[in-house]
Every structure is written in C-alpha cells, then in structure tokens.
C-alpha cells in the first residue's frame, strides 16, 4: 500500500524534473526533457493505469510549481501526460484467446492511435491558425527567420529558401519527432521494468508488429491536396508525412525481421541507420515496403510462413 502512494509520486517528481530542463535551453537539457514521459509509462507498466494516472497527476503538480504558467502545464499535460496515459491504459489490454492463452493489444493498434492523435492535433494548429496572418506557413517562416542572422544579399536568398521548404514540412517533422518520443519512452520504460521484474504485459515482438492499411487513405488524401498552392498545399504535405510514419516503423520491423539471416547483419543495420540520419531517401524506402507489407507479407516470405506476427 505505501508503494502505491511513494512510486508514483517518485515517478511524477521525475517526470515533473526531466521536463522542466528544457527551460535551460541547451541540448542535453533537451534530450533529457525528451525522456519525461517514460517515468510514468514505467509505473504504468509495473503497477497499472491508476497508479500511472497518480504518477501523472504528481508530476502535473510539480510542473505547475515550479513554471506556474498555464501554457507550461497545458504543454506537458497535452504532448507528455495524456499521450502516455492513453497507451499504457491500451497496452495493458488483454483477452484470452481459444487457446487459453492471453493476447495483448497489438503493437500496430497503438502506432494507429498515436497516428490518429498526430493528424487530429495538427488539423486542430492549423485551423486555429488560418486566423494569423498567413496561418501556420507565416509563423512558421517568421520563427526560422528569427533565429538565422542577417547575411548578404545573395546568402540570404539561399537562406530564405531554406527557411521556406523548413516551414513547409515543419508541422509533419514535429509530429513525427513526438510519435518517436511516446514510442522510445515506452520500449525504455518496458526495458526498466522487465529488468526489474514488475512487468505486467511480456514485451512484444516489435520486429512482429502487424502491418496495417488505413493510413494510405489520408496519404493519398495529403498527395492530391499537395498538388495545390498555398493553405491546401501545406495542409496536404503535411498530412501525407504525417499518415506513412505507422508505415515507416512497419518497414523497419520488416528489415529487422528477415535481414535475421543476413551475414553482416549488424554492419548493414547500422548503415542503414547512418544513412537514414544524413539523407532521406532510405526511410522513403523502407516507408514504401512498410506499405507493400500488407499485400506481400515479406516476413512470412523469409521464414516460410512460420512469423510469429501479433495479433491481427
């Protein structure tokens, strides 16, 4: 009974104490606010989503304390709190199938929440901001104007385009940056707590994440509207980077999976990795098998159907 009341509240003080370093504005206090939600996502995974919505309210507190501003709460209530609530209180889902055995909610469900969520907030930014001058596109260059200094002429026109294909995609990039977030803090927090012992749900066979289809509508959606100028351009740009990451991170499961075999292996993933870092055609690729997965199941392909793939 103590425990119920001391490890959320450790687990609120730390989340509440990694979140507000990034109030000292440098790198390391930025990686380290980036890992605020995975004290939380522990204790819901070690102890259940009651214990975790303490954790939560905890650290909500804190926050509030310590930066008492309502734009500082809301922002970690909104990309932080909720978020994680929402995924531990759905991977702690679970049924008995006819086996008797348990079957816990799928890997590719939540990638489709976290999706859901990535599309609904930007729409929400970018309707609210049609109402500034020039909607998102407009704050979006005026903030990367600010933070680039004057140069000449010539260099400054090389900037301005810069600035302008940035501000184009910079909605997309921050949503997929936030789906990683929620994503490496519960793969970390599942790692603490199987260590530890206290793990409710086993840990699921990521490179056996199903492979799902819908996001194809809205990505087609997002192409067609990109064809056009302006507002409707940017919305569709945006909205089609935002529906291939669920294909993204099936592609990568997809590679994992059948390079099992390969000679290398090890030295060809870090390549692709390292490639992925400084260019963007690899992830392009492997978000196009990530799609191609639905209809040519490659993992089942490579192990003569035997994949052991989540549940569909």
Not at 155 to 161: A, F, G, K, L
């Amino acid at each position: 009974m103590r425990n119920a009341f001391i490890i959320p509240l450790g687990a609120g003080l730390l989340s509440a104490a990694l979140y507000l370093t990034i109030a000292l504005g440098s790198p390391s206090a930025f990686l380290l606010a980036y890992f605020a939600q995975a004290p939380i996502a522990a204790t819901g995974f070690s102890l259940g989503l009651m214990s975790a919505a303490g954790a939560a309210a905890f650290a909500s507190i804190f926050v509030l304390v310590a930066s008492p501003s309502v734009g500082a709460l809301s922002l970690y209530l909104l990309t932080s709190a909720l978020p994680i609530m929402a995924i531990v209180f759905f991977a702690l889902q679970n049924r008995e199938n006819k086996n008797g055995n348990l079957e816990w909610y799928p890997i590719k469900n939540l990638l489709t929440c976290l999706t859901i969520l990535g599309l609904a907030a930007f729409f929400l930014v970018f309707v609210l901001f049609l109402f500034f001058d020039d909607g998102m596109i407009g704050i979006g260059q005026r903030y990367f104007q600010a933070m680039f200094p004057k140069l000449d002429h010539i260099e400054q026109n090389h900037v301005n385009e810069i600035i302008s294909t940035i501000s184009q995609i910079f909605p997309a990039l921050a949503v997929t940056s936030w789906i990683l977030m929620n994503i490496l803090n519960c793969v970390l927090a599942q790692k603490i707590v199987v260590m530890s012992g206290k793990n409710i749900r086993p840990t699921p066979s990521y490179s056996a994440t199903g492979a799902v289809i819908w996001p194809l509508s809205p990505a087609i959606i997002g192409i067609i509207l990109s064809n056009f100028s302006g507002q409707i351009g940017f919305l569709g740009i945006n909205i089609f980077i935002i529906s291939i990451i669920p294909f993204f991170f099936i592609g990568l499961a997809v590679v994992h999976s059948v390079s099992v075999s390969w000679p290398g292996r090890l030295l060809i993933l870090t390549m692709v990795y390292i490639l992925m870092a400084i260019t963007h055609w690899p992830a392009a690729m492997i978000a196009a098998i990530g799609i191609l997965e639905y209809w040519f199941k490659f993992r089942n392909r490579s192990t003569g159907g035997k994949m052991d793939k989540e549940n569909e």
